[in-house]
């Protein structure tokens, strides 16, 4: 060790020292180094120095640690999906009340990849038939609204791709529209209408309505717009640009601008319109443009990124608030004229809402929900409890229930004691959360796959290539 007779040549020797180690390092491996940490200072000029090396080689059970790291990484996985699929509640619950109902539940199926589907239920929850392939044969990205038309066919919005007719864009592309679909003697597509976009991301059409003209009313994602087309010809025959309304970028089809993904016809010329990116609900007449905002201030607590609002009559729509995980029925209040929240569901038989995408009032007062990431389809009374639930393929996005549809107006009156909201209570990890969002729009993932789960791989992929590394060194 140096002594205080020897700081003065305390540089040179750890000049040495520093030699010793780089020129050992490229021979020998890490766990055969010996460090040079002391020196005798030298006895006389021109002597000489005498070094002592200390061994700092890594001890033989260092390969030990790095098996049972590794180890405890591959067994966490299993462990804690294991324990989680065990004690998972069941999405298929179907009680005595669901079976009196003899209608079927029409669902479209968004699905990670190309997983679009249109499946018919019947009461009990079986498939009694469904559509995935295009008319080319091939496999359908995502499909949408469903809509029962009056000849027993259905109405379908799609995106899909290969495309050769690509108008502006370079083949192949993606196109958007609707499709027809019979259910007989075989589901089949008879008809398709659409057009090309940018990108299937944030570009689909993801409601199309028929009204009583029989022309068909679109929500452009595209374009940020509203329009009719003549069903027979195909032509255009009324538009609303959201432009005319809100500022807007020089191209909307370059950016996921106000991703407008729901329109209804409430009236005479008089649409419900959902702007998910801004949180409201629009009411617009066909010649005087907006006449009413529901959620004006853009509050998150109101809505947040919602779909498929059903109007329920003068004053009240039911919604599902989507990045809030729950559905809301919203009241108009008679003398704030504010939008206020007067009835709310975020957890159905023991499992919270995920991303719900879609909820209609039924006609017996029972509201169906779309819960998303749950792959479910549930029916539910007004105090929350379970009538039916249905497990359907991944990303549902919006559920019929025949012949109801959204024809029912029943809205909840406002209870003295209403049941209490938990949505507040649950507590989301931002980076886990979104990774987990991410993964399911790329694979199936089943329902009860959450934050914790997404925390477990990464853990255990750590300690993997910790102990890895760990092993690899002391070889």
């Known amino acids: 060790m140096f002594t205080g007779a020897e700081t003065s040549n305390s540089n040179e020797y750890l ?69 989680s699929w065990a004690l998972a509640p069941d999405t298929t619950v179907v009680s005595s009340e669901a079976t009196a109902h003899t209608g079927m539940t029409l669902v479209g199926v968004q699905g990670p990849g190309w997983g679009g589907n249109v499946t018919a239920l019947d009461e009990r929850g079986t498939i009694m038939w469904g559509v995935k392939q295009s008319p080319r044969g091939e496999e359908t990205i995502s499909y949408q609204d469903v809509t029962m038309l009056k000849n027993g066919s259905v109405l379908a919005t799609f995106a899909d791709g290969n495309y050769q007719q690509c108008g502006a864009h370079d083949p192949p592309c993606k196109r958007t ?154 009241h108009k209040n008679t003398s704030t004229g504010e939008w206020e929240v007067a009835w709310a569901l975020s957890e159905v038989g023991g499992i919270y809402l995920e991303w719900p995408r879609d909820a209609d009032r039924l006609q017996n007062g029972h509201t169906l929900i779309t819960d998303s990431e749950n792959n479910r389809i549930v029916e539910v009374t007004r105090n929350g409890s379970l009538v039916a639930s249905y497990p359907v393929q991944a990303l549902p996005y919006e559920a019929d229930r025949l012949p109801d549809a959204e024809s029912a107006k029943i809205p909840y009156k406002i209870s003295k004691h209403p049941a209490p909201d938990k949505t507040m209570q649950r507590h989301h990890l931002p980076v886990l959360s979104t990774l987990l969002s991410a993964a399911r729009h790329v694979v199936v993932l089943p329902y009860w796959v959450s934050e914790v789960h997404v925390f477990a791989v990464l853990t255990a992929f750590g300690l993997i290539g910790w102990g890895g590394v760990i092993v690899v060194r002391t070889r």
């Open 15 to 83: 000049q040495i020292i520093h030699r010793e180690i780089v020129e050992n390092a490229p021979r020998q491996s890490f766990n055969e180094v010996k460090w040079n940490i002391t020196a005798c200072q030298p006895t006389a000029a021109g002597d000489s120095l005498e070094t002592t090396f200390v061994d700092m080689s890594l001890p033989r059970t260092s390969r030990q640690r790095g098996l049972v790291l590794v180890a405890l990484g591959l067994v966490l996985i299993p462990l804690s999906f294991g324990a």
């Open 177 to 330: 529209g609707y499709r027809i679909i019979k259910s007989r003697p075989k589901p089949h597509i008879v008809a398709e209408w659409s057009y090309p976009v940018r990108t299937r991301k944030d570009s689909e059409v993801h409601d199309a309505e028929p009204l009583p003209s029989g022309d068909i009313l679109i929500a452009d994602m595209e374009y940020e717009s509203i329009f009719i087309i003549d069903q027979t010809t195909g032509e255009r025959i009324w538009t609303w640009n959201a432009s005319q309304y809100y500022d807007s970028p020089s191209d909307p089809t370059k950016i996921d601008w106000l991703h407008i993904n729901d329109v209804d016809r409430i009236g005479a010329g008089r649409y419900l319109i959902s702007v998910r990116n801004t949180n409201q609900l629009l009411i617009i007449q066909r010649g005087r443009s907006v006449v009413e905002v529901i959620n004006k201030n853009r509050d998150p607590t109101v809505l947040n990124k919602q779909h498929n609002p059903h109007w329920l009559g003068p004053g009240a729509v039911l919604v599902a608030d989507s990045e809030n995980d729950r559905i809301v029925e919203l």
